[in-house]
């Protein structure tokens, strides 16, 4: 007998037909002798929904209350999932966090998953029941209700495999694996039969938006064996998988995108100790979150330093350097947002030289300019003016030959 959570997105549940169709796979699933436990996202565009009600109401709505009412959007598809499989004879029950119960931190909109008392599921389970968990939400200590992040049903999922030791975490959804680059873009782009975790949780972290990286840090901490497959075709999807040592890896895996990107330099600032700090911790108080960071090699004492930050803070963290910049004794801040990221993956990378000029001799012969550089053990990063960013791709993954 085969546990398995299986994860049902907003996109998945975002019609009553949607939601009758899930039910009959279920049901077909149960059918093959699989206990299932299942966690189900809002319906698609509630939480967006919800979220304006609430910044509607209040310039600064109160993170508890913010709470309260996004949690709402998932008990509307638990109870109705619940129903329809009901009403095709089978035993269901919905459960809202608290009910499970997953015990979460007391951060409010960010919450994390502190423990998990598998007992109702466990009893479901040998009575037959289908346990229907609301995603993205728990209970903190003091019993008020919590969120997870954006995203955070893919969390709730892996969590609950990993408290049940569950034979896979299966996370349903409106595209039927991890590609080697995003098939709206790259036309022979191609899905992944598996993938590592450590790739992957590159790939979520530097634009694939298949899988929260949350979820995937969390998976493979507790080694849950994840897929990420159709809700509605059949397919064995893209399974995620340690890394094997006997396997051939290829050397890169896959490439990810983000375009809503900007950067910043601050010109002609004084090379000396404690000047990044004074730039960022502004920045980093604001909050705004910094990515890439370039700072150039001094001469005459002077310095250019050059950070990414996603395009929506760009105005802000202009703002913030203008009313710095006299104080650092700079000469001038300048930007730019209409940048974009690309990111080339693989674990292949370690164990091979020279991934990076070929990346950069490929781009060159398509006369792409790149603008910041950097490198991690399994991944290059790179930005490049966002009208070249789909040229770009494109050409990385001919180069590492992806669609073969
Ligand atoms: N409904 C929540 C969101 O939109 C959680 C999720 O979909 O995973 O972020
Ligand atoms: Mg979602």
């Known amino acids: 007998m085969t546990i398995l959570v299986q994860k049902f997105g907003g996109t998945s549940v975002g ?31 509630e939480t967006n929904r919800l979220l304006s009600l609430g910044n509607d109401i209040s310039a600064e709505p109160d993170s508890r209350e913010m709470d309260v009412l996004l949690a709402s959007g998932e008990q509307v598809t638990i109870s109705l999932l619940s129903m329809a499989l009901i009403d095709r004879g089978r035993n ?37 029941v289908v346990p229907i968990v609301a995603g993205f939400q728990g209970v903190d200590r003091e019993g008020n209700l919590t969120t997870l992040g954006r995203g955070g049903s893919d969390t709730t999922a892996v969590a609950i495999a990993a408290a049940l030791e569950a034979d896979e975490c299966q996370i349903c959804t409106d595209v039927d694996g991890v590609y080697t680059a995003d098939p709206r873009l790259v036309e022979n782009a191609r899905r992944l039969a598996t993938v590592t975790f450590e790739e992957m949780l590159e790939l979520a972290s530097l634009g694939s938006k298949v899988l929260s990286a949350r979820s995937v840090e969390f998976a493979s901490k507790y080694r849950v064996p994840m897929r990420v497959l159709s809700t509605f075709e059949e397919g064995s999807g893209t399974l995620i998988t340690m890394e094997n040592a006997t396997m051939e890896q290829p050397i890169v895996s896959g490439i990810a995108h983000t375009a809503d990107e900007a950067k910043l330099t601050v010109s002609g600032v004084p090379d000396v100790p404690g000047v990044a700090s004074r730039i960022l911790s502004p920045i980093g108080k604001a909050p705004i979150e910094v990515d890439m960071i370039v700072q150039n090699t001094g001469a005459d004492g002077l310095t250019d330093f050059t950070f990414t930050v996603k395009r929506g803070d760009y105005a802000k963290a202009v703002k913030i350097l203008e009313s710095i910049c006299k104080d650092l004794g700079a000469r001038e801040v300048s930007g730019d947002n209409t940048i974009a990221k690309i ?14 000029t070929r990346l950069f001799d490929a781009l060159a012969a398509e006369n792409i300019n790149i603008q910041m550089i950097s490198t991690s053990e399994i991944k290059i990063s790179i930005v490049v003016a966002e009208r070249y960013m789909e040229l770009a791709l494109r050409c990385a993954h001919d180069e590492f030959g992806l669609s073969e």
């Open 15 to 45: 019609s009553i037909e949607k939601i009758n169709k899930i039910a009959d796979r279920i049901v077909r699933d149960l059918d093959q002798d699989n206990r299932l436990v299942i966690v189900v996202s809002a319906m698609s565009g």
């Open 92 to 128: 269901a029950q919905s459960y809202l966090g608290d009910q499970v119960s997953i015990t979460t931190d007391n951060q409010f909109g960010r919450a994390r998953i502190e423990s998990i008392d598998t007992e109702n599921l466990r009893r479901d389970l040998d009575d037959g």
């Open 343 to 356: 990111s080339v993956v693989g674990v292949g990378m370690r164990s091979h030289a020279g991934v990076a």
